[in-house]
């Protein structure tokens, strides 16, 4: 089964960046309900998207006071305890980020790590690429990030 998952939040100064789980050292950052993770947003959607699970919005809606601020990765956490419940195993992620600044090949390995641990997935089976959008549109001028994620999961 596969599951495609995209995000996508507006940048603001002095907001965090926070991208699989890892502070990213950066002026500015998403503007968002939660912590504004949009790559582990997308995941989340990929996954819960290869197993028809809806998508995040539905359970981790916005309008919730309870996930004011809250972690994107406790948000995976979760996710990924419905799928040991639904006895679904993933198998692979690969992530897309669309972002003009900051670069973030340093931060790659840590994110990796992070998503790896919380999915139970060995760390060569996420995958994270980084890319602009050649100056055009909102990523491009720098208001804010995409993120395509794609997986596979398999019933265990």
Known sequence: MVGIGFDVHQLGIGESLILGGVKIDST????????GDVLLHAVMDALLGA???GDIGEHFPDTD???K?????EMLKQVVNKFDEGNYQIINID???VLEAPKIMKYKNEMCENISRVCGIPKNRVNIKATTNEKMGY?????GVAVYAVSEVQFK
Not at 29 to 34: C, F, N
Request: glycine share 14%; proline share 0%.
């Open 28 to 35: 500015f950052g998403t503007i968002a309900h939660s912590d």
């Open 139 to 143: 990523v491009g001028r720098g208001e």
């Open 95 to 97: 992530i897309a980020v």
């Open 65 to 67: 006071n309870r996930y």
């Open 51 to 53: 197993v028809g699970m």
């Open 69 to 73: 601020d809250y972690s994107s990765l």
